[in-house]
């Protein structure tokens, strides 16, 4: 299944990336430095993952043709895919493809080609297995009785993708956007990351956002007996 070489792949990142933190102590004694190296690292697998789950999603749209209806529904796919970022598609001169290009908020680009295809047969061996979301409520630990609606894909556990929106969070006050919102006295907290991160982003690890504000837990109350 290609869902389990991607939780493949994420593991061996992992253990990468542990690795990286037990050896670059032992080679300087420079703590910044090796910050630095260790840093560059993460940047670059992140980008090389962003870039992997771009191609893939435009592997999975199909293309039968390049006419005008045709092509409103992939933009539609993609700004569910991409809501914050700027979409630019255009057919190929020669008829045979569709140009993609996404611009992500914190700068990243993304560039890919779709080809003209004939749709997948139902019933395929080598068809991709969509794996659904369900709910995953959450809340902060000085507030737990507002919860967020967020959902999770249904192989995660609670653990991974509470892991997962930790990163997410931390790679989003890292970017170039989130960089901008703090020098313009934006609020370095999680109500204001969960309203702003693209969909895209939380969508590449597992995530969704259902609404971006939360919701007071509802106490049931029993009724009485007559």
Not at 190 to 202: D, M
């Amino acid at each position: 299944m290609k869902e389990k070489k991607s939780k493949s792949k994420q593991d061996e990142q992992a253990q990468l990336l542990n690795l990286l933190k037990t050896i670059l102590p032992k080679v300087t004694h420079d703590p910044a430095f090796a910050d630095k190296i260790y840093s560059a690292c993460e940047a670059e697998l992140r980008t090389k993952n962003r870039a992997n789950s771009f191609e893939k999603f435009c592997e999975r749209i199909e293309l039968p043709d390049l006419e005008p209806k045709t092509l409103e529904e992939v933009k539609q796919q993609l700004v569910a895919g991409f809501s914050d970022a700027d979409l630019d598609i255009e057919p190929n001169e020669d008829g045979k493809g569709l140009r993609v290009d996404v611009s992500l908020p914190d700068g990243t680009q993304f560039h890919s080609r779709i080809p003209v295809r004939p749709p997948s047969p139902e019933g395929s061996d080598e068809a991709e297995v969509t794996l659904k979301f369900i709910p995953f409520p959450a809340s902060l630990p000085g507030d737990p009785e507002l919860i967020w609606a967020l959902a999770k894909r249904e192989n995660m556990t609670n653990d991974e993708a509470a892991i997962a929106l930790t990163k997410i969070e931390d790679d989003f006050w890292a970017s170039k956007t989130g960089q901008k919102l703090i020098r313009d006295r934006v609020e370095k907290s999680f109500p204001e990351f969960i309203a702003r991160v693209p969909a895209g982003l939380l969508n590449e690890v597992g995530l969704k956002r259902h609404y971006k504000l939360p919701e007071p837990v509802k106490i049931l109350r029993g009724l009485k007996k007559v």
